[in-house]
């Protein structure tokens, strides 16, 4: 077996639904099983999944395991050389798992590989690449000099932006939302540190690579991650997880070095914690008002007459103007030159790889067009959109 892919979920059912389904056809012509954790959702997600892929391993959790826990129950069962850890909300595109299994097989030495991440409306994702968060690297994060100076090799090593995005490199830390490792250097390092529940076991893990010699590197091949559809960011279990991950990660790794600094750092964690609570307590109700009161969003809708006619059934009472246009090239050039909130396409239409539209979906960003991508899936009925879904 080349390549396990693991997703562990969380009542995220229609974003799982559409990462499946690019990953089955990422997964042409290659030897690999799909591994779903469920950890005790309770929208029916394994019940709703295994009907439209039966050909993935589910695992039922009774509990919420955590991240940590849950991946590596999937990890002990797989047999794949390479071991991909994926969050539910992404969209991977074609090449991306050919590509990084290629990489790996052409460098020994590589330990791991990430790859480019893309955001909701195409732009680049910081989180791609991340630098190990020494306590100088972390304090720069949290007192705000990684945002000033993003391109600092001191100041903004966080994110590590001052590389080239567009090349392949060789990073520090990997992003648990796309994590292929070779299972050689996983055996030798041991699986996910369990100490966490949720954040901070994919920069745990990247460092302990690096310790043991192997390295870390990074893949210009886009994949869309919707960043956070997995997890409720406005609860205060996310800001205490966060924030708690980073302190556990300072005591595995630093606290024997930089005792005086351990008070400092915790210090700063909760001044940002408090802060982000608040931001998203008092900001995100006022923001929410305002979109509440805006226009009419509009949809450009790539796909058949049928398949349109079945989407305007369904978003017949939501605030959503709908256009159609069956020619894919020909939506893209539309986008360029009218106002749409939404570009949308038919899923299962073999014609539109999601590699390609991931790819326009950057360029449109680049050319400063704020489009967020949409799919709707026929058979199911469900249009799932970055900040709604409607089935």
Not at 131 to 147: E, H, Q, V
Not at 179 to 192: D, H, Y
Not at 210 to 217: Q, S
Not at 366 to 383: C, M
Request: with cysteine; hydrophobic share 40%; glycine share 6%.
């Amino acid at each position: 077996m080349k390549l396990s892919v693991i997703i562990v979920s969380y009542n995220v059912r229609h974003y799982l639904a559409q990462c499946l389904d690019s990953v089955v056809r990422a997964t042409a012509g290659m030897e690999a099983d799909i591994w779903v954790v469920d950890n005790q959702s309770q929208d029916g997600s394994v019940a709703y999944l295994r009907e439209l892929f039966p050909q993935v391993h589910y695992i039922e959790n009774e509990e919420n395991m955590g991240f940590a826990r849950a991946n590596n129950q999937a990890i002990r069962l797989s047999q794949g050389e390479y071991v991909l850890l994926l969050n539910p909300d992404t969209i991977v595109g074609e090449d991306v798992l050919h590509g990084c299994a290629t990489f790996l097989d052409q460098h020994p030495e590589a330990g791991a590989t990430g790859t480019m991440m893309i955001n909701r409306n195409g732009s680049f994702a910081n989180e791609s690449r991340r630098g190990i968060p020494t306590p100088a690297t972390a304090f720069y994060k949290l007192c705000g000099l990684c945002s000033l100076y993003p391109n600092s090799r001191r100041f903004g090593k966080y994110y590590m932006c001052y590389l080239d995005k567009n090349a392949s490199t060789e990073i520090e830390i990997i992003s648990g939302a796309f994590f292929m490792l070779r299972r050689k250097a996983l055996e030798q390092v041991g699986l996910l540190s369990e100490d966490y529940f949720m954040y901070g076991e994919d920069i745990d893990l990247g460092y302990s690579l690096l310790k043991a010699g192997w390295k870390n590197f990074y893949q210009p091949l886009p994949i869309l991650h919707y960043k956070g559809e997995s997890t409720q960011k406005t609860s205060f279990r996310y800001v205490h997880s966060f924030y708690n991950a980073m302190l556990i990660f300072f005591n595995r790794h630093f606290r024997q070095r930089y005792r005086l600094l351990s008070l400092l750092i915790r210090l700063a964690v909760v001044i940002q914690g408090t802060i982000f609570m608040l931001h998203q307590q008092f900001c995100r109700p006022i923001r929410r008002k305002h979109q509440e009161q805006d226009e009419q969003r509009r949809l450009l809708f790539i796909g058949s007459d049928s398949a349109c006619s079945a989407l305007q059934e369904l978003c017949r009472q939501s605030p959503l103007s709908i256009e159609r246009i069956q020619d894919y090239q020909e939506a893209v050039a539309f986008a360029r030159t009218r106002t749409y909130n939404y570009i949308c396409f038919q899923t299962g239409n073999e014609g539109i790889p999601y590699a390609k539209v991931l790819r326009d979906l950057i360029a449109l960003n680049e050319e400063g067009i704020d489009l967020h991508l949409g799919t709707f899936n026929v058979s199911t009925k469900t249009l799932v959109l970055p900040d709604a879904i409607i089935y």
